[in-house]
């Protein structure tokens, strides 16, 4: 079975500067995806950005990037320049790649103060 | 392109009632669906995926059950609710073919009193 763990519960950050959200998982499978989603509080699970275990290259959209290290089985969250916004509640999920079947961490809620 | 609709977006339940949820999906086929539940302030609990019309796999045991009449219809069921079914919701599709990623409905509030 698949475990994530999101060991920071709440974090804030200011407005322009960068944060990074940190994300663990453990797995013995060797295909599979990774996301972060940011439910704000309207509730919608948005998708910010994927990454595919196989690609050493790290992802990134616009402000956003990971740090993806298989070998550690780590994958965080880098925003840039954040903005009042991103304020949400960010979930690290991992996503088997045959089936679709995903596990989330418990999520970080994320504070953009002005 | 594929939407995904689910209703109602809340409902409040009295104990031992029954429950039924549906979800539909529009712009593609045979794709994979999902229903999550999410409890307060936590993450989202795989509850029940489908890959086919009549095809169930349940995660978790529990109280609730899902049923996939038709190729983008997924439902899910209580026959008498209990309090511990309260939460929020949210059904899910992927690609059945490649599963890169997940597209969400926008989830059901349920409260159960």
């Known amino acids: 079975a698949q475990t994530v763990t999101q060991s920071q519960p709440e974090m804030s950050v200011q407005e322009a500067e960068t944060v990074t959200l940190s994300c663990t998982y453990d797995t013995s499978e060797n295909n599979y995806y990774l996301f972060w989603y940011k439910q704000p509080p309207s509730r919608q699970m948005i998708l910010v950005i994927r990454q595919e275990a196989y690609k050493q290259q790290n992802a990134t959209e616009n402000r956003f990037s990971v740090n993806f290290q298989k070998a550690a089985k780590s994958f965080s969250l880098k925003i840039s320049d954040s903005q009042l916004g991103d304020t949400a509640m960010y979930f690290c999920?991992?996503?088997?790649?045959?089936?679709?079947?995903?596990?989330f961490g418990d999520g970080t809620t994320l504070t953009v103060k002005p | 392109s594929q939407t995904i609709h689910q209703w109602p977006a809340t409902l409040v339940q009295p104990v031992g009632s029954p429950l039924s949820l549906e979800c539909t999906v529009e712009g593609t086929s045979n794709p994979n669906l999902y229903w999550y539940r999410q409890a307060a302030g936590r993450g989202l609990q795989l509850l029940f995926y489908?890959?086919?019309?009549?095809?169930i796999s349940s995660e978790v045991p529990q109280n609730l059950s899902a049923s996939r009449p038709q190729d983008r219809q997924f439902i899910l069921s209580s026959k008498k609710l209990l309090l511990s079914d309260s939460g929020f919701y949210l059904c899910?599709?992927?690609?059945?073919?490649?599963?890169?990623?997940?597209?969400f409905g926008s989830g059901t509030q349920l409260s159960v009193l």
């Open positions: 999920a991992f996503m088997k790649h045959l089936t679709g079947k995903s596990t």
């Open positions: 899910a599709w992927s690609p059945g073919q490649f599963n890169e990623k997940l597209f």
């Open positions: 489908s890959v086919g019309i009549g095809q």
